[in-house]
């Protein structure tokens, strides 16, 4: 067992008065381990809406926000990654305790600590109070999760605790709101404190945990029993066989429902964009502006939003599965098949977030303690299909596969066609962590450990909370990254306008810049509408929706059928195929690019990453286009 260099000075909490005649905010930070309601409390003392999740490391960098107390004080809260100690092993763990420890230039060192421990998992996380509580700052141990305690017949003295500590002690449910005020009247300075007490200097892991074992026997604490629909449902889960059978039925039932319950309501939003249009267009007068607001950004915009429902779809899936505790049980049986691209359990949680957006995804590496590990994963996330993928998906498989069911209503044609670009997707992020952790990535094998968290059913607070941010995600790029490629490729398709009239499409300018690029996309089966689209398509993937919306939507002759049928016209079988394979792969995201450089500190990476996602992207594209004709 290795030394424990966290609880070497644990030599007794000074309980320091919280200053009163405050003038500047005073920091108060949040610790404690992974999963134990930290960035709930923070959500509910601040106002704010952080991201909770029910898996280890959903916190990934620090966040503050504002209190304020009954008295107007205002303070500034902290929420900080989870930790096990105060000996980081991973990024995550590094940046809390430098926050802790004052040792970061943009955060204030905390002048108070709220310490959050999950009451029914005590016997563990108990060991993290000992080198908090030696730090010397006015410490609050938090125990969290009071409904789960009560509920499952735990139990816990709670004077008993605080005296054992020589720390004031709460016990609250942070979902809820319980006992929250105890909180306040900590920060407020109000409440009452223990007779210090001196704590044995521990000098390693068996010892700090001898000692919170000692601790919680005192306090007389009985951790509550889980429940047998717990041990029920991980027998399941965590089975060898049927685990992975579970996870992949999961999988097809989230696309066809995506398939088949979004088709109408996405054809409701098309329907409602479609009746506004002509409104606007009505009451307009002809002319330039008209014909930028009707066949710019009307068609442009609309023709992207019209996935909004099919999006939030899968978001809502998403939450469930992370909202569940069912996410960790799907990382631990995706050990053993990580494992023989050279990968760890702990890559999956951040591939299977990439299915949301890879940018968060990145950042959410920093839980990996290997290096190699966690560059490998920075360097295959952007393989997976993030939602912004959805769409350019979702309507080149409309406009080409006809709805016709393979496997009676279970499956279709179309979310087979769906399924097997995620397939496709994720071979080649798995073919590339081969090569890379067997090559220049090369690393021993780490060992995987992930607290499993207690199965909750989601709330639909929590997840109408998440749909509502989404939206304003989406509704927020069509509003701008879409809406200003938009008008530039409706100014674009404007010049040179001469005698009162806009110039024939393919002689405008953009025309001109699509033909230009033509030569180099032809062997892929594109013509210079697509090559525009790709160009747009790297401010954003699903802005080559918006791009082709607009080009098609401008031309009288597709003007009636709607963007699918004028898709379906103007493409071959085999070009729209080779589109297909080419969003697959290619790197088409300048917030990726950025957070790459960002998280592997240079250009190198991201660079070589572009390089070959592009290659890999043109060559697929190219076979696919000659595979179909
Ligand atoms: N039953 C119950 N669940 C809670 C309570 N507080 C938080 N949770 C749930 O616990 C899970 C973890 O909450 P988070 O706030 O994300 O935990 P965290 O400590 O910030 O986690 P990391 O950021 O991963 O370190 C979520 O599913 C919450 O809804 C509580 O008092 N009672
Ligand atoms: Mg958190």
């Known amino acids: 067992m290795s030394e424990c260099s966290d609880c070497h000075a644990c030599g007794g909490t000074t309980v320091v008065e919280f200053p009163r005649s405050a003038t500047a905010p005073k920091a108060v930070a949040l610790i404690g381990p992974p999963n134990s309601g930290k960035t709930t409390l923070f959500n509910r003392l601040t106002g704010l809406r952080q991201k909770v999740a029910n898996f280890p490391g959903v916190t990934v960098e620090q966040h503050t926000g504002m209190a304020e107390l009954p008295d107007g004080r205002l303070l500034r809260i902290i929420d900080l990654p989870g930790v096990y100690s105060l000996s980081p092993r991973s990024e995550d763990e590094q ?85 929250i005020e105890q909180v306040t009247d900590f920060l407020a300075g109000v409440m009452p404190k223990p007779a210090p007490k001196e704590l044995p200097i521990l000098q390693d892991v068996p010892k700090c945990r001898a000692w919170a074992g000692r601790v919680s026997g005192q306090a007389a604490y009985r951790p509550p029993i889980a429940p047998k629909w717990t041990r029920r449902l991980d027998a399941v889960f ?44 009505s009451v307009l007068p002809a002319g330039l502006w008209k014909s930028l607001l009707v066949d710019g950004v009307w068609k442009g915009v ?20 992370e909202d569940s505790g069912y996410l960790a049980r799907a990382a631990l049986i995706a050990d053993r098949t990580m494992a023989k691209v050279g990968l760890q359990g702990k890559s999956f949680i951040p591939l299977l977030s990439a299915y949301a957006c890879a940018v968060p995804a990145i950042m959410s590496t920093r839980t990996i303690e290997n ?28 406009a080409f596969i006809p709805d016709r069911h393979i496997v009676g209503r279970l499956l279709s044609q179309r979310t087979a066609a769906m399924l097997g670009l995620y397939i496709l ?33 989601p709330t639909w607070q929590s997840i109408g909370l998440r749909l509502f941010d989404r939206s304003k995600v989406f509704l927020r790029r069509a509003g701008t990254v879409i809406l200003l490629v938009t008008v530039l490729l409706w100014i674009t398709m404007n010049i040179p306008y001469a005698h009162g009239k806009p110039p024939v499409l393919e002689n405008s300018l953009a025309g001109t810049i699509g033909r230009t690029i033509e030569p180099a996309i032809k062997p892929l089966g594109f013509n210079w509408k697509v090559g525009i689209g790709l160009l747009t398509a790297v401010a954003a993937r699903e802005t080559i929706i918006a791009t082709l919306g607009t080009i098609y939507g401008m031309d009288p002759k597709t003007q009636e059928d709607g963007l699918q049928k004028a898709i379906h016209d103007d493409l071959t079988p085999g070009g729209a195929f080779a589109l297909l394979v080419f969003f697959a792969f290619a790197m088409q995201c300048i917030s990726t690019i950025a957070v790459v450089r960002r998280e592997t500190g240079g250009w190198k990476w991201p660079a070589a990453q572009f390089g070959y996602m592009s290659a890999l992207a043109y060559a697929g594209a190219f076979l696919a286009a000659h595979v179909i004709r």
């Open 95 to 179: 940046i809390a305790r430098d926050v802790l420890t004052g040792q970061r230039a943009d955060t204030p060192k905390p002048e108070a600590i709220l310490l959050v421990l999950d009451s029914t998992n005590l016997g563990r996380h108990l060991m993290l109070a000992a080198p908090i509580l030696a730090l010397g700052v006015p410490t609050l141990i938090v125990l969290n999760m009071a409904d789960d305690l009560r509920n499952r017949g735990g139990r816990i003295d709670m004077p008993a605790l605080s005296r054992e500590l020589g720390a004031p002690v709460a016990l609250i449910n942070a979902r809820q709101g319980e006992g």
């Open 238 to 281: 965590l089975h060898p066989v049927l685990g992975p059978l579970v996870f992949l039925c999961v999988v097809v039932a989230v696309f066809q429902t995506i398939f088949s319950i979004a088709d109408p309501s996405k054809d409701a939003v098309d329907w409602l964009i479609r009746i506004s249009g002509k409104w606007v267009a």
């Open 302 to 321: 609309g023709s992207v939003i019209v996935f909004l429902p099919q999006v939030l779809l899968l978001f809502l899936f998403i939450g469930i599965l």
């Open 371 to 398: 290096k190699r590990d966690r560059f490998a994963t920075i360097l295959i996330a952007p393989f997976m299909t993030c939602s912004a993928r959805l769409p350019v998906y979702s309507l080149i498989i409309a």
């Open 425 to 457: 997707g994720f071979l080649a992020a798995v073919v590339t962590a081969r090569v890379l952790k067997s090559s220049i990535l090369k690393s021993g094998r780490s060992p995987f450990l992930l607290e499993m968290p207690s199965y909750r059913w």
